[in-house]
């Protein structure tokens, strides 16, 4: 009983993690790695056929893998990052009224853009995982 009750935890926190994530390509202040990193190591614990499925998914896959075997990233997926994160805070702090929250909002993007930039680039996403360079 407790291992069902687990594995039904473990799968409903994924499929939320999944929606949250796919909204999160849309939703420019809502992140889709975390989201699917999280529905990723939920569905590694509750069900491997989900996991593999997530894996292996067109959009998500190459992300998830990446991450996972080299903890690291595409080029283009920072690239795109850097413009949404870039995108979403300078909107959002011409839209609110009081400077508190737009210097908030800078300190919290710059932050955000410091750590993300340090993570490590996969050079060249063509080649097969273990043939690829890894840059920080």
């Known amino acids: 009983m407790k291992d ?10 994924g499929w939320l993690s999944v929606v949250l994530g ?3 390509v849309f ?3 809502l992140p889709t790695t975390p989201f699917l990193l999280l529905a990723s190591a939920c569905f590694m ?6 996991s593999r ?8 896959g190459p992300v998830l893998r990446n991450w996972h075997e080299n903890r690291a990233i595409s080029k283009t997926v920072k690239r795109r990052a850097n413009i949404t994160i870039v995108a979403s805070f300078s909107l959002s702090i011409l839209l609110v009224p009081l400077l508190w929250h737009k210097v908030m909002l800078v300190v919290i993007g710059t932050v955000l853009l410091v750590w ?16 690829q360079v890894i840059s920080k």
């Open 27 to 29: 939703l420019p202040l």
């Open 45 to 50: 614990r509750g069900s491997p056929r989900l």
């Open 22 to 24: 796919v909204l999160g």
């Open 116 to 131: 993300f930039n340090r993570l490590p680039v996969i050079e060249n996403q063509s080649k097969p995982l273990h043939q």
């Open 4 to 13: 069902l009750v687990k594995r039904a935890l473990l799968l409903s926190i």
């Open 53 to 60: 499925w997530l894996h292996q998914h067109p959009h998500f």
